[in-house]
């Protein structure tokens, strides 16, 4: 494993660093292997030229029931150019080799069964995943996962929604390490036009029963709606459907698919920087 200065920059770091500059963490998402492996390599290196603070790499697979349309379309085309679990942890080796900054692994459970529990963390240590989020793995059912994520050192994220309860969501925080993501809206993932109120409130119900950084995902779309999340007091944010829409435009240009993310993401990260302006 090759990795930046020797050393991988934990969330812990990442959030002191970005609260230090008096910033939120902008966090985009890529499917490892959309739309080709070399292609989502260059995406990630664009992500971070532009201010990336973390990357979160989904692993495809062909029933993602918490994504929308884009997500799944991103799915498809990642699995029709032949990316495999394996696959996917040689392309984070392959981003290892440019950056230390944190990354966060999205992923749905059947890839981390088929593979094996133990193989799965073990291997993600070994490539230099920081974190590991499984979609549909619910807090009760995931003490095997979560014992191979203390074994491995690979920190172990769930999410939160509206319709957490106080009593669950305790218990959620004290399973959870990294950070804790909440869920913006209601339903599977997509790009949203406007960001709903009670966002704001579940960031500051959230904030009453956990220690941890918050990060915001799901429906995360235009600067506006980092800026809000950012002032609401959430630490993070986590960009998906509004960037893989633009990779999806843009198929047929590579160069001008990337020029687009890289001013996308770096209006993204400039929203962060204007806390309570």
Do not use: W
Request: glycine share 8%.
């Amino acid at each position: 494993m090759s990795v930046v200065n020797g050393k991988l920059e934990t969330y812990a770091e990442m959030f002191k660093r970005v609260k230090g500059r008096d910033e939120g963490a902008f966090i985009p998402f890529i499917v490892a292997g959309d739309p080709d492996f070399e292609t989502s390599l260059d995406i990630v290196k664009t992500y971070v030229e532009n201010g990336a603070d973390a990357l979160e790499i989904g692993f495809a697979f062909s029933d993602p029931v918490a994504d929308g349309p884009t997500v799944q379309e991103a799915d498809i085309r990642a699995l029709n150019s032949g990316i495999t679990t394996a696959k996917g942890f040689e392309f984070i080796k392959k981003i290892r080799k440019f950056t230390s900054i944190p990354i966060g692994v999205l992923v749905y459970y059947n890839l981390i069964y088929q593979m094996g529990i133990d193989t799965f963390y073990e291997t993600a240590h070994e490539c230099g995943v920081n974190a590991i989020l499984a979609a549909d793995l619910p807090p009760e059912e995931a003490k095997e996962a979560v014992d191979a994520s203390k074994k491995y050192g690979v920190e172990q994220i769930f999410m939160v929604a509206q319709t957490t309860s106080n009593e669950r969501l305790r218990k959620i925080s004290k399973m959870c390490e990294g950070f804790q993501y909440v869920v913006a809206v209601m339903g599977v993932t997509g790009a949203r036009k406007e960001l709903e109120i009670s966002t704001v409130e579940l960031v500051e119900r959230v904030k009453n029963h956990s220690n941890l950084p918050i990060v915001v995902g799901f429906g995360i779309s235009k600067p506006e709606h980092v800026k809000n999340v950012i002032n609401s007091g959430a630490d993070g944010v986590i960009v998906a459907s509004a960037i893989l829409n633009i990779i999806t435009e843009n198929l047929k240009d590579k160069r001008m698919m990337l020029d687009k993310i890289s001013i996308f993401c770096s209006g993204l990260k400039a929203a962060t920087r204007n806390k309570y302006k």
